[in-house]
């Protein structure tokens, strides 16, 4: 079967730095991505990983490690607008279909 | 990356009758993927469209309920049939844009009665 899971919920402070899981649990997989969706909203790609290691986008980085089948996205100065939900998913070999996650709500506090 | 239009945003529709969904990219595009949303939830897959040739879907998903069709490279429509409650839901469009990013439609709100 194919299973990406993460926390259900996280909550942080403005301004400090927060990490959201993801384990998964799939075949043919290629890559890793993670996208951010608003309340209302569609999601929106923030970042991809193909290799192991951290890619760092501005205020987001991501991590991948394919022997442990486990990567994170790293949220840093959080904003309140980060409050959010967080997908990570999965990139499926050959059909390019993506598999999400069961999603983590991150809430900011002031 | 690609811009995708889809229609309508949100509609309320009686038990028994059908929806369809359109999704217009503003790009050629091989693949579209067709998403479900439930309130709260992660989105799940129901099928791939691919231009010419019928879709491909996912497991606890049939064709007879989610007819798809794909008649050219920047359009795409599924269609929610005999619906009941159950199927109330957000509908989402996507296509690959690139290597990495996925784009996706605003979404259709359904609330079946």
């Known amino acids: 079967g194919q299973s990406l899971e993460q926390p259900s919920e996280v909550t942080a402070v403005e301004g400090a730095i927060v990490q959201i899981n993801c384990t998964y649990q799939t075949s043919g997989f290629y890559g890793l991505s993670w996208y951010q969706q608003h309340d209302g909203g569609a999601p929106t790609f923030l970042s991809y990983?193909?290799?192991?290691g951290l890619e760092e986008t501005g205020r987001f980085s991501s991590f991948l490690s394919r022997s442990d089948s486990y990567g994170y996205l790293l949220l840093q100065e959080l904003q309140m607008k980060d409050s959010a939900s967080y997908f990570c998913?999965?990139?499926?070999?050959?059909?390019?279909?993506?598999?999400f996650g069961s999603g983590t709500r991150l809430l900011v506090r002031p | 990356s690609a811009v995708i239009s889809q229609k309508p945003s949100r509609d309320i529709c009686q038990r028994g009758t059908s929806l369809t969904i359109q999704c217009q990219v503003d790009?050629?595009?091989?693949?579209m993927f067709w998403y479900r949303q439930q309130p709260g939830q992660s989105l799940t897959l129901i099928a791939t469209a691919n231009q010419g040739s019928e879709a491909t879907y996912e497991s606890g998903f049939v064709i007879d309920k989610f007819p798809i069709s794909r008649p050219n490279l920047t359009f795409s429509t599924l269609t929610v049939s005999n619906m009941s409650p159950e199927d109330s839901s957000i509908y989402l469009c996507?296509?690959?844009?690139?290597?990495?990013?996925?784009?996706f439609g605003s979404g259709t709100r359904l609330t079946v009665v």
């Open positions: 996507s296509v690959r844009t690139g290597d990495e990013g996925y784009t």
């Open positions: 990983n193909a290799l192991d």
């Open positions: 998913a999965g990139g499926m070999d050959s059909s390019y279909k993506l598999i």
């Open positions: 790009s050629q595009v091989t693949m």
